[in-house]
């Protein structure tokens, strides 16, 4: 793939910051995107430079002048641990370092952009934010699916919003992309920045998201007690299906982080269900020689399998390609195998997403959210437009929102990967 | 109801206890069963004394010699908090309290008394029960359902078992009812000591079963996120389904610990759905007027508008009615009726039961097995039998087995439930 | 001891309880307080009757007339996980369920019923009180120490206060009888109540105090980190100073509830520091063949050895005897006796007292604190005076303030103890 | 500085790995050290290459021959949560990954690596490791301070070990150095591979060490509960000192994570105590304009104060300068200031530290831990040594022992810095 990762400025950047700082960070700076000895030559951009990526940070001139600043805030798709934090940071460093005293948050995400959806806005100051943290999920709340474009950018206009700060996955990242290209036809300057969510961690370019890591933790807990249900009966088997649309990230970590996970399945991997090499027969196996068994499946995992047994594949209202349920598949696929070849069977199956998605956001990811939040000002006030605020090989950087999608992150080669077959004793093919 | 609460003791106590301690509980000396100023005298004993229970507690003589005396475990019926804690502490208690060395653990509940089943024995020693309480479930693992009497005794005898120790519930309780008739029947020194088991609290007559404490500890987690959910998308929902197949305990006392309920529906306050009066109403007029709602059911709840609404009952392999899934039950009804009232709905469906289930017991729970298991070995070396340890008016007693069954414990005029309509809002009856 | 269980009313109950319920509970019915087959007729009250226990409980016919009703709430001494809950449950009971519109907080205990103190007065609604449970501390502050009687009831009846709830410990029930007497000469109206608090659960006649399983949980942490300290060096030894001013229970529960402790120190059981039975000689042994060692001491412990080798005893704001630091104190022992026979030593030192006091209450006493609020509202607007609502034998009860007083607790023939030296191993004596 | 990163193989790598992968890592494979476009060309190594790293993982030929391989593993200095996990994956990857089958742990540190210290070695399989990542500490138990290295080399050739695993920080490091130089002056074929350990975060170089986030976690439960007291009580301080020898890392983490801190106190921004713009005046402003405060104290702040007012730098056994106690100071600087000023004050008193380093690392810490035992079996295997295996840029390296040290790590105009001023309001500068 060929990426440009030239940043669009909404104009001349000419009022003086108000951060009483030595170190602004210049745009010229960037962070190489190739930075390995033999290779961080071999990709160029348009100027014959190696490619590289601009750095977040505070520019020492601004397109926004403070006083006359209209921030908003929305908050998109399923719920995430840290979405709070998010909003705090932003309201924060609007507030106390630029000066930006207007605020507001839309509700039930981008249904709070349609005015047809009557839903308030919400004030957002200092005193309000300062204890959100706290809690889990959004103060904002949100919704899934899009809404009209020209709607939502009639909105913006009549409200004088001056930046949008949008936290959402793939599917807002999407949205974002319009509201810009009709803001750009309409030659307004709005400056539209985003904060990527995805619990799944399954964005491409992008080091880790924000949530991934106490949904790591809560994972664990998750497969402690299937392994301690699937120990306490004859023939045990604790089931998980645990988040993974497009990606097992979560399931490998947590297969990592807690050692007791015998089967980790997940969308990169595709496996057999029968046959001689099919997961039911390797199942069995184990069940047989160690009495027990936990298995940690990824929602994504097995869409092939599902949709020759079920049915055809349809949306949800964001877009997203509605995923068969593969964990009550499974459940009831292991148990006719097992009464088919007469073995008893004690399977217990737990769904814990909303036990995870719901929680506050741990320390780790409480100190990376404050970050992603006040990179995020800094770029929206400096009239960065069109882009995301990311951490890149421990760097934050900008990143144009048409280079990152969700994606398949784990290849079957992956050092993580063959650490979770190390870890679980799984077979490296469950395919026949 | 006529209580008789004698107890059984195997033969006379011949033996000097090797506990050297100056305080010997008296048989003689029994706790009154009625303790109000006004009612202590209304019900007597066959000698006309006001009716009274087994006091336990170590006794100065004892029945078996523990230099020749065989004890068992067996845990039976679903996993709790707290059950390696008694096992531990009655495995502790037996080898250095009073120098029994040969204690054996049988694996997978009753299963493991049927030697049919070729479940190998677990040695029982210090060593190994030493760390077992950091761990969730049984180490001993359980079964459900009951197997031959006959076949039980035989290999009991067969082993030279003294005592056995059940752990388990209603289902346990009646099953060692049997075992005691036919070990009574061949005129067999082995005493049979119960010590309860059930995460629903739903046993009469006792304080509070082991494990509950720590179960409340979870399932209010879960009432945080489904508050969270429901308030974090528009009309949203987080409905929970909880442990509690006779009594709403767990529900109740969990929606009073975290105060984020409004609705708490349990077996003993029966409602309707429809109608003007009835669940959905109720709820419909709640969401339209607050946006949100949290609602936890338990599992008992409900059962017959789901009978008329489904189909017959059926018993489970521990004799247990099979109840019909009021959870899922109502997500469709409540997802069918705003569909038909054309009210957006975002219902989030929780079921945290393993990971309450397979927990470790917090603090609290610990101390109590470990007096529970304590008070079990006292008895049992006693030569009492046909009984169960357990705590009422915060004194341990002996109960014979009869006397004690599962049951509802609430009633709609309880001070506690009053609490929880307090707490939730919801209405006294929502009955037509 | 002698007791009287007589309840002084304000006078006559003319009004009827707003509370639409049909199990009001009747003066007569009292809790026996002898409720053993041999001995509840041992002692008898004035009129011959066995000695008993006014239960609480909501009465039918109420003292106070809600509408014109104005009630205060103090929180005095230490902090202790439930406050918040004990403030919120009064709170809400008085306001939802009697109707009692007018409730006010002192800031910072006494100190904020001196007007001279300045404190502002704070309004408790139920929306102030709502959430505050999900924190620590106390929302009202607390102080130590008594003020003039005589300007605290000069200032309750300029504020036209009808009842005062006070939370607090020993110090704050004797203030509370101070302040009854003068209201009881000047024949005013004014109800006092309290809610028994002391973390250490050493208050006599009372089964528990509220906060106590929660410092238990904590301390189990403690304990903990201290095995895992030790362990982790040679001749390693994790020491922990806890509370437990008068009684050991903290220290004793802790060490039944995690079982890495091998000393537990308590005021109740003295020991010696030297000599050949001493502390020092046994300690030693322990390391010689052990190599670690975990050492759990209560902050009362050993006042007789600190008194000989340091100074004379003083008295702390509150009048409690201000206890010397047996902590550094046997810290600082432990180094000399080991310097002194040059052994290698690694001593650890842990002091969680304010991590552990701090906290917000777990679930169960959570429950407990909503009930203890409850009841004594139910109190208060009976005009019952001069007692504290308090749990017995598992009912809760009414008890006169002079009958409560903090004691020792544990004796060294208590099952509770002989648990403790036989889950740590250590000699039942330490004396020489 | 100019670095040296120059990676040392212990010779000519002929056998052929056993892994069976396709992507093994070439040595030419190496990371930039200057990754932004305007310096990745500003540093040249000796072959006027752009300065550059080498890349840790899997080589296709390794140096040791598997089956003839006998590995030792030692942990040094203070607990850190994670250590056990660095253990687990040290064994798991030696004995499954590359089937070395004779591995053995020294106990106590260095102390273990001299045999007149007569501690057992211990010898470390799957069986043993397996469970070891829930318990805190380390399994191998550590020590402070050096050996004689002549001793230690002597050991190491008579128990015939090829690769030696330091788990330790700095001192540890500088140990690691002096063995190296005298393995090298025998010619011996000894690989010396250290995994940093320092909970302090403070190494150059590196981007994170293990055991960080965990203590981050648990630091801001301190914070919280400081908070609560200092609320609790009138002019309330809760004043915590926590882990931060020469960088604040571990405080400013926290007091992001927590935004409760009013002052944050670190080794690199030196403060006065008094005068007009010190320490003891901005906290009495703050004390008397809100009423309480909580203050966060890194173990190696104020030194240079403490010096002045107190003694001469000593030094420990690991040869560290051995800190004077600035939380014991400024607790008793603050109360007598306050005395002097005569403001009433309730200071309370929080020093955490082993209640964080022992407990068992997060998910987090437990993936990363987990990654560096395996990336140092893979170091070890090929004949690297001398190096540490550290991540870098979100890579795992090969680092030079030389070129890593215990160092300030944080700059009075860091981003992180700042972030932690505008949290906190406390002024830039507390200098006169």
């Known amino acids: 793939m060929k990426y440009n990762f030239s940043i669009t400025n909404l104009g001349k950047r000419l009022i003086k910051s108000p951060l009483n700082i030595s170190n602004f960070t210049q745009d010229q700076k960037r962070l190489l995107f190739n930075t390995y000895s033999d290779n961080y030559l071999s990709c160029t951009d348009e100027k014959g430079q ?35 934090d998010v909003i705090r940071s932003l309201t924060m460093t609007l507030f106390h370092r630029y000066g930006v005293k207007k605020i507001v948050g839309f509700k039930y995400g981008l249904m709070g952009l349609n005015p047809a959806s009557a839903h308030k806005l919400i004030n957002l100051t200092p005193e309000f ?5 706290s809690i889990g999920g959004s103060i904002l709340s ?65 080091q880790k998201s924000f949530g991934f890591d106490t949904a790591i933790e809560k994972t664990v807990e998750a497969i402690k007690s299937a392994h301690v249900e699937a120990k306490g009966a004859f023939n045990g088997i604790g089931l998980i299906k645990i988040m993974g649309r497009n990606s097992g990230h979560i399931a490998t970590h947590a297969a990592l982080a807690q050692n007791d996970t015998n089967f980790v399945l997940i969308p990169e991997v595709p496996f057999d269900l029968e046959g001689e090499n099919g997961f039911l027969t390797i199942l069995k196996k184990r069940i047989k020689s160690r009495g027990h068994a936990v298995i940690l499946v990824a929602e ?7 949709r020759e047994n079920i049915s055809p594949m349809e949306k949800d209202p964001s877009g997203n390609i509605r995923l068969l ?27 814990p997403s909303y036990l995870i998605r719901s929680v506050s956001a741990n320390a780790s990811d409480s100190i990376y959210c404050n970050s992603l939040g006040q990179y995020a000002v800094h770029a929206g006030m400096a009239g960065k437009t069109g882009i995301l605020v990311a951490l890149m090989k421990d760097e934050y950087v900008h990143l144009p929102l048409n280079t990152v999608t969700s994606s398949r992150k784990i290849d079957s080669q992956d050092n993580i990967w063959l650490r979770v077959l190390e870890t679980t004793g799984q077979p490296p093919s469950m395919k026949n």
């Open 50 to 84: 190696p490619l590289s990526v601009e750095l977040a940070g505070p520019r020492d001139k601004i397109f926004f002048d403070p006083s006359q600043t209209k921030a908003a805030i929305v908050t998109c798709g399923g719920l995430c641990p840290g979405i709070n």
């Open 129 to 133: 934010v300062n204890d959100i943290t």
């Open 142 to 206: 949100t919704s899934r699916g899009p809404q009209d474009v020209d709607v939502m950018v009639d909105y913006l206009v009549r409200l004088n919003i001056n930046i949008l700060f949008c936290i959402g996955g793939d599917g807002t990242i999407r949205a974002a992309e319009k509201i810009i290209a009709e803001v750009t036809r309409r030659d307004l300057k709005i400056a539209i920045v985003c904060i990527p969510k995805t619990i799944d961690n399954d964005l491409n370019l992008i």
């Open 300 to 306: 994504g995992a097995g869409q092939d399998i599902l």
């Open 325 to 351: 349920d593969i964990g009550l598949f499974l459940k009831n696929a292991i148990e006719d195998y097992f009464k088919k070849i007469d073995l008893e069977l004690n399977l217990k199956y737990i769904e």
